[in-house]
C-alpha cells in the first residue's frame, strides 16, 4: 500500500483532501522545490565516506582483516521506502514533521470507536458521512429507515469499522453504533419514562416488530391502539411513537407500546371532559362499541357505558336489537365517576316510562293479556304493554301444591292471558296468576271427596313418613306409611309402590283451611286382625318362611296367610343345633299374638324340645317292654338245656387237649 509520503513527493492529490490538507500539501510542495533547486553540499564536497567508497573501488584492499574491520564500522539506518522509490527528497526529521502536521488534519481514527458524523450527501441507496478522516464513509440508507426526515447536514453516530478497505475507502456502520448504545438508551427512557421513535420493521405472530434505536422490540396487537385493530398491514414501514413498558435484562427484551401514549392523552381529555359534566345532561355520541351486556358511546374523546337494561323500556336480548355501529345518538348522563373517570348513560330515559301510560282503571282482579317475554325456574314474566311486565309465579300457574318449573306450563312468546293479583304503581310492579281463571277445587272438596269416601289417585311423590296420591289437578292428600299395609311392617314408601302408580285410597280426614287431605290405602279393605285373632292363638302351629335377619332374629312370613311374624334367635335353633337361614320354610309355634299391636312373636325351637321330649318319653317305655320280655324267657330255661351245655364245653375243652 501506498504511503502518504509517495503522494506528496508525486504531487498526487487525492479526491477526498479537503481545503485545509491542500493548502498544506501545497506549502510543502514549494519548500521542496526550492530545496531541490540549490545543490547539495554532498554533490559539491564528497563525504569521506564517499571517497573511501570509490578509493576501495579503485584500490582492492589487499588484507581482508582491514576489510572486515571496515565492514564492522556503524552505518546510518537503511531506508527501504527509499531505496525503492529512488528517491530522496526530505530527511527523516523532516518527513516526521509533515506527517505529524498531516495528522492534526484528519485527526486520530481507530477501529470499532463510536465517533459523530456529518451527512454531506444523500441519494436513493447511501448517504455519504464525513467524520473528519482521510476519506468519508459511505453508509447503507437502510439503515436509516428509522428516520424518514434525514437530511444533509444532520449529525449522526457512525462506528468505524475499518478505517481503510481494500480499496482506501472509509467503512462506517450507522446501525451497529446505535445497537453498541442501544441498550443504555432504553434503559435510560424506560426508568425516565420517556417517549421514544421506533420505525415498524414488519408484522409477527400478536403484534410488530419495532426497531428502537437499533434493538428490535415487541409491540403487542392489543397496544397499537386504544381500538381493535384488524389490519397490522397498514402500519409496516411506519415510524411511530413508543413508550417502553417492560424490560426482560436476562434475555434482553423489550415491549413497547403506542397505545400507552394515547390513553395518557386520552386520561387528559378524559378529567376535562368529565369535569364539565352534569347529571341529567343531554349529549350527542357515536356507538363505538357493542357487547353482550351494552354499548359503549364516543361523546368526544371519552366513552360512556349505557347498559343493556338502560337502552329500552322493554326487554331485549341483545343491544343489537336497538343500535348499530357508527350510529349517533343522544344519550343521558345517569352517573358518572369522576376519579375512574367513568360515565354512565342511558337512552331510554329520554322517552317517558311506560308506566306512566298504563290504564289508571286498571285493578287487582282484572283480566289482562300479554306476551310470555322471560323464562325462569320461580315463574314467568308477561308484557302487557310495551314496558310494563307481570310476573306469574309457578306457584299461581296451577292449583296443584307439586311446585314445578315454569317450562312445565308455559314458553316464551305465547300469549296468555292472567288475573292481576297485586298492582303496585309506585314501585312499578305487578304480579299475575294463571290458576284463577279455574275454580278452586278446593271450594267444594268436603262435597266432593267426603269422609270414608273411597277414590282412586295417582302416587305424585314420596316422603320418609308417607306417599301423596293426587286426586284431582289441585287436590292431593297424603297416605302415612302406617296406613299402607295391614299386615306388612314398611320401612319406606318405595318397598310397596311406585310414582305414577294407581292406588285406592279412602278419605280419612279434611282440613279445608290449611288445604290438607289426609288418605289411608289399608282401609280399603277389612282389618285381617279380626280373623287372625282366632286363627293364630297362641300355642298353636304353623309353617312360614324366613324372610331377612334383624336385630335380635329374624322375619318370617306366615304360609298362606302371608303375615309377618317376628322369630327371637333363641327361638330359632333346629334339632341338629344349626340355626334357621334366610328363605328356609319350618314349623313354628305362635307364643305370642297381640292385636292391638299387630304383633306376632313365633319360636321353632320350642316344636324342637318338644318332639325331644316326645322321642324320649317313647325310648322310655319301649325299654320297659323290653326287659319285661326277657325276664319272661329266662324263667323259661329248664335244667336239661343246662345240662347240654356243660356236655358241650367239656368236650372242647379235650379237643384242645389233644
Known amino acids: 500500500m501506498l504511503s502518504k509520503e509517495f503522494f506528496l513527493k508525486n504531487e498526487y492529490k487525492p479526491f477526498f483532501m479537503n481545503e485545509e490538507q491542500k493548502t498544506i500539501e501545497s506549502t510543502e510542495l514549494e519548500n521542496q522545490t526550492q530545496s531541490e533547486e540549490a545543490p547539495s553540499t554532498s554533490e559539491i564536497n564528497p563525504t569521506p565516506e564517499l571517497a573511501q567508497a570509490e578509493a576501495s573501488v579503485e584500490n582492492p584492499v589487499e588484507n581482508p582483516t582491514e576489510a572486515a574491520s571496515s565492514e564492522e564500522q556503524p552505518t546510518e539506518e537503511f531506508d527501504w521506502e527509499e531505496f525503492e522509490t529512488g528517491l530522496k527528497k526530505f530527511t527523516s526529521e523532516k518527513k516526521a514533521e509533515i506527517t505529524t502536521l498531516y495528522e492534526k488534519t484528519i485527526g486520530k481514527i481507530e477501529e470499532h470507536d463510536v465517533v459523530k458524523g456529518k451527512i454531506v450527501a444523500k441519494t436513493e441507496r447511501e448517504v455519504i458521512v464525513d467524520i473528519g478522516g482521510k476519506s468519508e464513509g459511505v453508509i447503507s440508507l437502510n439503515e436509516f429507515r428509522y428516520n424518514p426526515d434525514l437530511k444533509v447536514g444532520d449529525e449522526v453516530e457512525v462506528m468505524i469499522d475499518r478505517r481503510e478497505d481494500k480499496n482506501g475507502q472509509l467503512v462506517l456502520s450507522h446501525r451497529k453504533a446505535r445497537a453498541l448504545k442501544a441498550w443504555d438508551r432504553v434503559n435510560e427512557a424506560y426508568n425516565n419514562d420517556e417517549v421514544v421513535q421506533g420505525f415498524i420493521k414488519c408484522k409477527t405472530r400478536g403484534g410488530m416488530i419495532v426497531d428502537i434505536f437499533g434493538i428490535e422490540a415487541f409491540l403487542p396487537g392489543s397496544q397499537i391502539d386504544v381500538r381493535p385493530i384488524k389490519d397490522y398491514d397498514a402500519y409496516v414501514e411506519k415510524t411511530m411513537d413508543f413508550k417502553i413498558v417492560k424490560i426482560n435484562h436476562e434475555f434482553k427484551n423489550v415491549v413497547v407500546s403506542h397505545k400507552a401514549l394515547i390513553e395518557a392523552d386520552l386520561e387528559e381529555q378524559k378529567r376535562e371532559i368529565i369535569s364539565k359534566l352534569e347529571k341529567g345532561q343531554v349529549l350527542e355520541g357515536v356507538v363505538k362499541n357493542i357487547t353482550s351486556y351494552g354499548v359503549f358511546i364516543d361523546l368526544g374523546g371519552i366513552d360512556g357505558l349505557i347498559h343493556i337494561t338502560d337502552l329500552s323500556w322493554s326487554r331485549i336480548n ?253 327361638h330359632m335353633a333346629k334339632a341338629d343345633g344349626t340355626h334357621l337361614k334366610i328363605d328356609e320354610v319350618a314349623d313354628f309355634k305362635v307364643i305370642e299374638f297381640n292385636k292391638d299391636q299387630r304383633r306376632i312373636v313365633l319360636s321353632h325351637t320350642d316344636l324342637v324340645k318338644a318332639a325331644e321330649a316326645e322321642a324320649n318319653e317313647k325310648a322310655a317305655k319301649s325299654t320297659k317292654d323290653a326287659v319285661k320280655r326277657i325276664q319272661s324267657k329266662v324263667e323259661k330255661t329248664t335244667l336239661g338245656d343246662l345240662e347240654v351245655l356243660s356236655q358241650l364245653k367239656a368236650d372242647l375243652e379235650k379237643k384242645e387237649d389233644k
Do not use: C
Not at 326 to 344: C, G, M, P, S, Y
Not at 426 to 435: Q, V, W
Not at 544 to 562: C, D, F, L, S
Open 318 to 570: 341483545h343491544p343489537s336489537e336497538v343500535v348499530e355501529m357508527d350510529q349517533k345518538l343522544n344519550v343521558v348522563i345517569l352517573d358518572f365517576d369522576e376519579a375512574k373517570t367513568r360515565i354512565q348513560l342511558g337512552l331510554k330515559q329520554l322517552t317517558p316510562h311506560p308506566w306512566d301510560s298504563l290504564d289508571p282503571n286498571l285493578k287487582p282482579g282484572d283480566r289482562v293479556k300479554g306476551k310470555v317475554v322471560v323464562l325462569a325456574d320461580y315463574g314467568a314474566f308477561v308484557e302487557i304493554i310495551p314496558g310494563v311486565e307481570g310476573l306469574i309465579h309457578v306457584s299461581e300457574m296451577s292449583w296443584s301444591n307439586h311446585l314445578r318449573s315454569a317450562q312445565d306450563f308455559v314458553k316464551i312468546g305465547d300469549e296468555v292471558e292472567a288475573v292481576i293479583l297485586t298492582l303496585d304503581r309506585e314501585e312499578r310492579k305487578m304480579s299475575l296468576g294463571m290458576k284463577q281463571l279455574t275454580p278452586d277445587p278446593w271450594a267444594d272438596i268436603e262435597t266432593k271427596y267426603p269422609v270414608g269416601s273411597i277414590h282412586e289417585g295417582q302416587v305424585r311423590n314420596f316422603t320418609n313418613f308417607g306417599v301423596f296420591v293426587e286426586l284431582e289437578e289441585g287436590i292431593d292428600g297424603l297416605v302415612h306409611i302406617s296406613d299402607l299395609s295391614w299386615t306388612r311392617k314398611i320401612k319406606h314408601p318405595s318397598d310397596f309402590t311406585h310414582i305414577g302408580a294407581k292406588l285406592k285410597v279412602v278419605v280419612l280426614e279434611i282440613d279445608k283451611e290449611n288445604r290438607r287431605l289426609s288418605l289411608g290405602h289399608k282401609q280399603v279393605t277389612e282389618n285381617p286382625w279380626d280373623v287372625y285373632e282366632t286363627l293364630l292363638e297362641e300355642g298353636s302351629v304353623l309353617s312360614a318362611r324366613i324372610t331377612e335377619m334383624v336385630e335380635g332374629g329374624a322375619n318370617a312370613i306366615i304360609e298362606n296367610i302371608g303375615l309377618e311374624a317376628f322369630v327371637p334367635k333363641r
